[in-house]
């Protein structure tokens, strides 16, 4: 079994969505569940170790468009947020990964060596993301706060515009360069996050969003949830300039499992094999070669393979990759050593 960290989660959304309902975050990933995909045993099971677990405020239901007699959708982009309400629902989820924490069902990690004794703990390693930064505020007056709190990984943007930047729709077939890039805010939130040390997320980023960041930051360039876009063409897949750049910066793509950006025809459908998401690898790693790929699930954010079903079938995509002729070292470095590699020196820790 080749221990993975992975590069993107939503399940504390799953927990928070559901704790609204009355559930008890800890105890459904401490005892399990047969929702959604990722609780303590299922990680377990199939050697998710750990991962980035995104902080993400949801846009009601966004649901896609369905495709018209060729194949194409372009769903609309969802509506701006506020920032004092997303703080709010931000702070709740944050809650949830703490009380995880305090509770041992999960433990914070905040340096790679942390991550690394949780792991040998068999201990599932979190480390805290944010997806879309409505909460941080224009003035990026939360940012220390929640770094102090844990936050190591964020994206400006996700899918919808906010007043750091731009992102892209779901839609295929379209290209990612749909709008403009960075603000005068957000290329201020870079540089901060290259003071604190703060991984810069480019999935869900505009294409001149990406070209913003690759100008302003010295770290290592990263989506961590995206594929390739000369395969799957729907606007959150990645341009060949891009993963070019991603190579040059020694940054790296971790491979989204959901089905919309796997399959050639960018559809959502369960019914999607292991081979496309082999084929995705191989394009990564023949264009940047194997210590710019890694992995990047959005359990309990998309819709992914059904042979792979949820965390405990993870190892099927690490045996589909052996098959195809990836042999342990190489399978460690996808499964969780370019992610350390790259997390180390985005927070500024010796080599
Ligand atoms: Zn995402």
């Known amino acids: 079994m080749q221990a993975v960290f992975d590069g993107h989660n939503d399940v504390l959304l799953r927990l928070w969505q559901h704790a609204r309902g009355g559930a008890d975050p800890v105890a459904e990933f401490s005892e399990g569940t047969d929702k959604g995909h990722i609780d303590a045993a299922r990680a377990k099971a199939g050697g998710l170790a750990g991962g980035l677990c995104a902080i993400y405020v949801p846009s009601g239901d966004l649901v896609l468009k369905t495709p018209d007699e060729n194949g194409h959708y372009a769903t609309p982009m969802a509506a701006p947020l506020d920032h004092l309400p997303s703080l709010a629902t931000a702070m709740e989820l944050a809650d949830i990964a703490f009380k995880l924490d305090r509770a041992g069902a999960w433990r914070l990690c905040r340096s790679v060596e942390e991550i690394r ?42 899918s919808r515009h906010n007043v750091f930047g731009h992102g892209v729709p779901f839609a295929y077939p379209m290209s990612p360069d749909t709008g403009p890039g960075l603000t005068e805010a957000g290329f201020e939130l870079v540089r901060a996050c290259n003071r604190l040390g703060i991984l810069i997320d480019l999935a869900h980023i505009t294409e001149k969003g990406f070209w913003d960041v690759a100008k302003t930051t010295d770290q290592p360039l990263v989506a961590s949830h995206s594929n ?30 959901a089905t919309t950006m796997l399959r050639p025809d960018g559809q959502e459908n369960a019914a999607t094999p292991l081979s496309d998401m082999v084929r995705h690898v191989d394009y990564l790693v023949e264009r940047m070669g194997i210590d710019c790929v890694a992995l990047g699930s959005d359990f309990d954010g ?4 059904e042979e792979i079903a949820d965390a405990a079938g993870n190892q099927k995509l690490v045996a589909a990759l052996e098959d195809a002729g990836y042999g342990d070292a190489e399978l460690a470095k996808i499964c969780r050593e370019n992610w350390l590699r790259v997390l180390g020196q985005a927070w500024h820790e010796p080599a």
């Open 302 to 305: 998309a819709t992914i393979p």
């Open 228 to 257: 390739v876009h000369a395969l799957t063409p729907v606007a959150r897949n990645l341009t060949d300039r891009q993963l070019d750049a991603i190579r040059e910066s020694r940054g790296l793509v971790g491979l989204n499992y």
């Open 117 to 158: 004794a949780a792991m040998a703990d068999e201990v599932f390693a979190a480390v805290l993301h944010m997806e879309g930064c409505e909460a941080i505020g224009p003035d990026l007056a939360a940012l220390e706060t929640f770094h102090a709190a844990g936050l190591r990984s964020l994206g400006p943007v996700w």
